[in-house]
């Protein structure tokens, strides 16, 4: 059988580039799925959804328990994104969320915190992109006590050409030569952790479990209690649950699949377009994917061993422009995997449902909005938390709140008090003055030209 051309291409692209070979043979297997047809569809008639994970609350932990779990924990955090969908182009974990300091730094105070509380080492270890390093390791170049002796702070996740849609060859882009290169989806995280040699080193220094998180959910705090129930399970992978709501319609979720009864994920590009009342329907699959995991280190390693570095999961197969700016550049496939998605690789994979406020993503100017406000109270764990019985709901206009640049400049003073509030409905080009409450249902509505709410004004539905 001879290889594709575009396979031939891209691996002397990826060598070329220095990407090191476990990545590219982990690309060249998924580029023969995507030559094969393969789509990653996940359908409906395969699945049953699951009804019934184990609840946190119902778990019985002791102090010992939590405390010799947490000793053996790294924290792992996925801070390769840019935040481009806010008009960003640097780490979107350099953000500044609470009193001017960042996702970052908030989620040094986390591990800081933690290891003063708990006296557990908690080294703390970054997976950056190419595009988000340089930066990040900047901004921790203050915290001198940072760093726990012979571990990095930092991972780099793999680089990957995009592909032609027509014909897999790699694509070439003149103007920007960087966006013909993507990520490979944060399913390269296990990939890149062993590749780079930080996985034995977490071994090597007599850590065995490691929480893992993205670096924009600072819900995720170290947890004593969780760590204790995932040591005492047994399990080589568990994966943290939330209930569903109507808000939750487009997450991930884990579900039962029919040849096997294994424990699959199930995201958004994986579900065809007529199967998707069934993934939106929060009552069908009650539970979502937080993304927040705990891994067995040494099952992992040996997974990873076992497989040549391949753990096989599912493909998404992800269709964009080279230039997501630009509808009229070429269609490419990125070739992308999910990290939760390796919870059907490990035989007693297992989950457990936590509370909300363990989930706390922006992926908007709406959730930054949120959590800037005085809706969520920064606790002494570093952990932000909701200050009211529910968090209100907040829609800013996306033609003038959409990008970082138009959010600030129209939230001058800080975020609005939403301690009262319900909702928050914006509709057109409102500028809001310092001392600006809410209170109940409020919505603003489009008047045609700029509008600005004076200091101290309170806004009542």
Request: proline share 6%; net charge negative.
């Amino acid at each position: 059988m001879t290889t594709a051309p575009g396979l031939i291409a891209a691996q002397a692209k990826m060598a070329a580039a220095g990407v090191d070979q476990t990545a590219i043979d982990v690309f060249s297997h998924y580029f023969g799925e995507l030559e094969a047809g393969a789509t990653g569809l996940i359908r409906e008639d395969t699945i049953e959804p699951l009804l019934d994970p184990p609840l946190l609350d119902g778990v019985e932990v002791t102090a010992e328990q939590a405390r010799d779990a947490l000793a053996r924990t790294a924290i792992i955090r996925l801070n390769g994104g840019l935040g481009t969908s806010m008009g960003m182009d640097k780490a979107k974990s350099l953000l500044p969320v609470r009193d001017g300091r960042s996702f970052l730094d908030l989620i040094v105070a986390q591990v800081q915190q933690a290891r003063v509380a708990t006296g557990a080492p908690l080294p703390l270890v970054l997976m950056n992109s190419f595009r988000t390093r340089d930066d990040s390791l900047a901004a921790l170049a203050p915290y001198a006590d940072l760093a726990v002796d012979g571990l990095p702070l930092d991972f780099l996740q793999n680089a990957e050409p995009k592909l032609l849609v027509d014909g897999l060859m790699p694509v070439t882009w003149a103007q920007d030569p960087t966006l013909e290169w993507c990520p490979p989806g944060h399913g390269d995280i296990y990939t890149a952790i062993l590749a780079s040699g930080v996985l034995d080193a977490l071994l090597e220094a007599g850590f065995r479990y490691a929480c893992v998180s993205n670096s924009d959910n600072l819900g995720a705090v170290p947890n004593g209690r969780i760590a204790g129930w995932f040591a005492a399970s047994g399990a080589p992978y568990a994966a943290e649950l939330c209930p569903r709501t109507a808000m939750d319609r487009k997450g991930g979720h884990l579900a039962i699949r029919k040849a096997d009864g294994q424990l699959i994920l199930r995201d958004t590009a994986q579900t065809a377009p007529e199967e998707m009342h069934y993934f939106t329907d929060e009552h069908h699959h009650p539970f979502f994917h937080t993304n927040n995991l705990w891994w067995d280190l040494e099952r992992l390693k040996a997974a990873l061993t076992e497989r040549g570095a391949v753990l096989g999961l599912p493909l998404i197969r992800n269709i964009k422009n080279v230039d997501p700016t630009d509808a009229g550049s070429p269609e490419v496939f990125q070739i992308e995997t999910a990290m939760g998605a390796a919870i059907e690789v490990f035989e007693g994979a297992t989950s457990i449902v936590v509370g909300r406020d363990r989930f706390l993503p922006v992926k908007t100017t709406n959730d930054l909005l949120l959590l800037r406000s005085d809706a969520y109270d920064l606790g002494e764990d570093g952990g932000l938390r909701l200050a009211v019985p529910h968090a209100p709901e907040i829609d800013l206009d996306s033609k003038h709140y959409k990008t970082m640049s138009r959010f600030e400049a129209r939230f001058p003073h800080g975020a609005p008090s939403l301690r009262e509030a319900t909702s928050l409905t914006v509709k057109g080009d409102w500028t809001f003055g310092a001392g600006v409450i809410v209170r109940g249902d409020v919505a603003l509505e489009d008047t045609g030209k700029a509008e600005t709410i004076p200091d101290g004004t309170v806004l009542e539905g």
